[in-house]
Each structure stands twice: as structure tokens, then as C-alpha cells.
Nanobody, 126 residues
Framework: QVQLVESGGGLVQAGGSLRLSCATS????????MAWFRQAPGKEREFVAA????????RYTDSVKNRVIISRDSAKNTVYLQMNSLKPEDTALYYC???????????????????WGQGTQVTVSS
């Protein structure tokens, strides 16, 4: 079992940056493949970025490529989402997710993830 706690969200102007953190507790975080998803009001949850257990493979949705970097620090049991050049359409509740079932690579499929955090709000003003 793992617990996920997100932080780092907030209000930022368009063009600004934020770094989200997802702290894991319980089992060693390097056992898990991790991902970030987001959900805007009235919309379905969507994939943002994922990282493999060993941190060597990453995957991004097209709308954030070249603006967002996912990384992990196994010593700190933390996964990060560095978001740059933020746009109003990035406004959403951002969730961290973890799975033991993805043994290699990075998955963009929500059903592959068994553990979810409570989310951190990101609001980008125009």
C-alpha cells in the first residue's frame, strides 16, 4: 500500500511556472510507476505525464510536450511535475497516481493505476 500526497499547486499567471510534488509513503516509491493526471471542471480526467519505475522512460500528452517535465527522486520518495509556460487551459485539479502493475515503461492509461492522491489545484489566469 502507498499513500500519495500532492503539493505545489496554486494561482499563477499565464506564462508562469509551477512545480508539483507527489510525496509517497509506505512501500518504497521506486517500486511504482508513477503518473500525473488532471481534471478540469466539467471534463473527464486526462493524462498529463508518466514515468517508469527506473525513471528512464517518460511519456507526455501532446498538449504539454516541451512545457512539462516529469521526474522522480527515489531517495526522497517524491515525483515532480515541472510545468512551464502555463496556459489558462492548464487549469485543473492535478492528481498523482501510482501502480505496481506497470513493470516497464510509462503508462498513460488511468485504469493501470491503483493508487491516487487527493489532488492539488492549479489555476492559470490570463
Amino acid at each position: 500500500q502507498v499513500q500519495l500526497v500532492e503539493s505545489g499547486g496554486g494561482l499563477v499567471q499565464a506564462g508562469g511556472s509551477l512545480r508539483l510534488s507527489c510525496a509517497t509513503s509506505g512501500r518504497t516509491s521506486s517500486s511504482y510507476a508513477m503518473a500525473w493526471f488532471r481534471q478540469a471542471p466539467g471534463k473527464e480526467r486526462e493524462f498529463v505525464a508518466a514515468i517508469s519505475r527506473d525513471g528512464l522512460t517518460t511519456r507526455y500528452t501532446d498538449s504539454v510536450k516541451n512545457r512539462v517535465i516529469i521526474s522522480r527522486d527515489s531517495a526522497k520518495n517524491t515525483v515532480y511535475l515541472q510545468m512551464n509556460s502555463l496556459k489558462p487551459e492548464d487549469t485543473a485539479l492535478y492528481y498523482c497516481a501510482a501502480t505496481l502493475r506497470v513493470l516497464a515503461g510509462a503508462s498513460s492509461i488511468p485504469n493501470d493505476y491503483d493508487y491516487w492522491g487527493q489532488g492539488t489545484q492549479v489555476t492559470v489566469s490570463s
